[in-house]
């Protein structure tokens, strides 16, 4: 067990458990993942009044019935006490185990009470384990059920505690390319939805590169053709934005913040010292919620130094996800890197409706088996996503629009 606990706080409290549930959560990472968490039926049993003793064994079984249709077999549930349930979740974990339990109590509410009004939706999560019980933390139902959101908004999961004005601080950025092109760079956030839970799990920053003289966005794979000093401007830019963000990608209960940059830029120590160097960006917060993106792993890109910069990169933050393109040959080299996910982006696709489902697809059998996350990224619409849960990805995303910040401004 735990050596030490979180204190007792007017946020806090105790709940006694079963000894032989207590023994798995104690035998398991189950805790330290954020993946345990328990609901109330209490607004059930206020509901049932002097009735409850009579309806209670019919309650329960409706209860276990849900929890048998949403969780997998292998996931621990049982009732500790008249009204509460504890899940542990083995494939989901933070925010997406939380976006479970939360759904479960929505059907068990709906069906019992009429409706799950936020404030009957009790749900905590276990923070910690001691002798005889779990610790256990209050969840804001209404944080769970903005990260349902595919867009970004003014109830996105990341714009609670966030100052706007900060955030137009940092965008949009302008300057001169090394061949004389004068380009603006806007930054926008995009939902990572991941599909098992349809709950956003990752915020992800998106550079949109415009061509001042024409009024024409640059594509991704366009932007990677710049000089190396170009696109490290657009790196460090992009670094900058993201900072801003970085504290609320912190803790189980939040979505992770994804950062694009270029493998020429962080490939090297200056690149590296710049992640590390960009205020807003400690150590312990790259590490604490912080993604980054390598946005250009190609079949060129040698294998051994790939592997040795994911290294680097995996003991300066959360983990490191590389964006490939619909190239079988891309993947050859990706097996002993150890990412956390591999994605690819829509912009990467093109031709008839019938190629583009055949490329995904065949990206899902490619990448299957080569990292925990793999997403399909910057879609044009939500039909997409169920082409992407065919081919097995985990997780898909919008194509981020015009900045929120800057459309809720004007």
Known sequence: MP??????????????????????????????????????????????????????????????????????????????SEDDFLIATHNDQGLSAQAASVRILEDVLSHLLGAAELRDIGVRSV????????????????????????????????RAE?????????????????GGAALRVDFALEHVIGLRRNVT????????????????????????????????????????????????????????LILPASFRTLGTQRGRDLLTGTSGLSLALLRGGVMIELVDVTRGTPAGRLLEVVGLLKALTRGVIARVPPDKEAFK?????????????ACDLGGPAEKIAMDIMAFGREARGLAPMVSLQGLPAEGYFAAAETAGLSHASLRAAHPYAARNAA
Not at 162 to 178: H, K
Not at 219 to 232: N, V, Y
Not at 333 to 345: F, K, Q, V
């Open 201 to 256: 799990t990752a915020i992800r920053v998106e550079p949109i590169v415009t061509h001042l003289g024409t009024g024409r966005s640059i594509s991704g794979r366009a932007i990677t053709k710049l000089a190396d000093k170009d696109i490290a401007f657009i790196d460090e830019a992009t670094l900058r934005y993201g900072a801003a963000f970085a504290k609320a990608a912190q803790g189980n209960d939040r979505p992770d």
């Open 333 to 345: 080299h990706l097996r002993d890197a150890r990412l956390a996910g591999l994605t690819l982006d």
């Open 127 to 158: 923070i910690g384990i001691e002798a005889g019980g779990v610790v256990c933390r209050p969840v804001d139902p209404a944080v769970v059920l903005a990260a349902r959101a595919r867009r970004d908004s003014e109830r996105s999961p990341f």
């Open 162 to 178: 966030m100052d706007v004005s900060d955030e137009m601080r940092r965008t949009p950025v302008a300057f001169t390319t090394s």
């Open 3 to 80: 050596a030490s606990l979180p204190p007792k706080d007017d946020t806090t409290e105790r709940l006694a458990l079963p000894p032989a549930m207590l023994n798995r959560l104690a035998g398991s990472d189950l805790v330290g993942r954020g993946a345990v968490n328990v609901i109330s039926i209490k607004a059930v049993r206020r509901w049932a009044g002097d009735w409850w003793d009579q309806k209670r064994t019919d309650v329960w079984t409706y209860v276990e019935r849900k929890l048998n249709e949403h969780l997998d077999r292998a996931d621990l549930r049982g009732r500790v």
